[in-house]
């Protein structure tokens, strides 16, 4: 298993501003993910937090709108930047120990633009 | 693109019920298929995980399956419990490691 702590767990923020969410997990990990889950909607994948380098991005993200940094293997940020209330939602990260093993998550993150 | 469905939606069952959740999904080149349960508010909690090459998985009252080549999972829960009542996703693993989440199945299991 892994233990992942992610901060904040709530935020309320003001539209337009930037809010940056940490994910610390217990013992080094291969890969780290970041996902946001809509209200009442299912969870999708923002993007891959590579170690050393940029993220990858999945469709409908952009680096500019969701900025992620991973500067060691046990630690990633997600910023929010520039947040619209199309923004609400519940941000997670993801952890993965090896290739096609099991994937463990944080408590998440709900931030709430108003 | 995988699409990952999940029937039925919502599901309210009298305690001590067995119950049968469905997960379907649309690209059969997967690497495994993870379930988890997720309460209001919170995070998501593994629950299990078939390889792709497993028929099922059991961990307690919790047995999932996996038909690979029909595109469909099962969760099953036996003698469920108040404690129970959650969110049921189940998610299917593709290449990088990227999970593809079903719509979920909201459970409620009544005293």
């Known amino acids: 298993s892994a233990v992942i702590s992610q901060k904040p767990s709530r935020d309320i923020c003001q539209r337009g501003t930037s809010l940056t969410i940490q994910c610390q997990v217990d013992?080094?990990?291969?890969?780290m993910f970041w996902y946001r889950q809509q209200p009442g909607q299912s969870l999708t994948l923002i993007a891959t937090a590579n170690q050393g380098s940029e993220a990858t991005y999945e469709s409908g993200f952009v680096i500019d709108k969701f900025p992620i940094s991973r500067p060691n293997l046990t630690f990633s940020t997600l910023t929010v930047s520039n947040m619209s209330p199309e923004d609400s939602s519940i941000y997670l990260c993801s952890v993965v120990r090896g290739l096609n093993t099991e994937a463990f998550f944080g408590q998440g993150t709900r931030l709430t633009v108003v | 693109k995988q699409e990952v469905t999940q029937i039925p939606a919502a599901l309210s069952v009298p305690e001590g019920e067995n119950l049968v959740l469905n997960c379907s999904f649309t690209?059969?080149?997967?690497?495994?298929l993870q379930w988890f349960r997720q309460d209001p508010g919170k995070g998501l909690t593994s629950l299990l995980l078939i390889q792709s090459s497993q028929r099922e998985q059991t961990s307690g009252r919790l047995n999932a399956s996996l038909d690979k080549s029909s595109g469909r999972s099962t969760l099953y829960i036996a003698a469920s419990q108040p404690g129970d009542s959650a969110t049921y996703l189940c998610?299917?693993?593709?290449?990088?490691?990227?999970?593809?989440f079903g719509t979920g199945t909201q459970l409620k299991v009544e005293l």
């Open positions: 998610a299917a693993t593709g290449g990088g490691n990227k999970l593809t």
């Open positions: 690209d059969s080149a997967i690497y495994n």
């Open positions: 013992s080094q990990v291969t890969m």
